[in-house]
């Protein structure tokens, strides 16, 4: 699978942002969807998971619980991150991927993603 990823920018403080990311390929729905970031002089992290098919089980980093919702349309071979109340700590590109493992179809912590996006840079000023 081809993941391209877009919907960045540059935001103030409090703004909203929705990230995209399409998927190339027929079998969208059997992958487990998640967006990950990378700020200047750090890790990449996870920021939000979402399991395969009908994404009935949903993954948020503590950092952005409450304020992000990460959502698929399998029709649209597409996954989404709204991303509300940003923060100047938000900053970051931000990364989807994407995994096929014969599993239970849900994010856990150290799950390996097989498939990465380009990365969308998010910028926040405050």
């Known amino acids: 699978v081809q993941l391209q990823a877009s919907g960045g920018g540059l935001v103030q403080a409090g703004d909203s942002l929705r990230l995209s990311c399409a998927a190339s390929?027929?079998?969208?729905?059997?992958?487990?969807m998640g967006w990950f970031r990378q700020a200047p002089g750090k890790e990449r992290d996870i920021v939000a998971a979402i399991s395969w098919w009908t994404g009935s089980t949903t993954y948020y980093a503590d950092s952005v619980k409450g304020r992000f919702t990460i959502s698929r349309d399998n029709a649209k071979n597409t996954v989404y991150l709204q991303m509300n109340s940003l923060k100047p700590d938000d900053t970051a590109v931000y990364y989807c991927?994407?995994?096929?493992?014969?599993?239970?179809?849900?994010?856990?912590?150290?799950?390996?993603?097989?498939?990465w996006g380009q990365g969308t840079l998010v910028t926040v000023s405050s």
């Open positions: 991927a994407a995994d096929r493992r014969p599993d239970n179809g849900s994010y856990y912590p150290g799950r390996k993603f097989d498939y």
């Open positions: 390929g027929r079998t969208f729905g059997g992958y487990v």
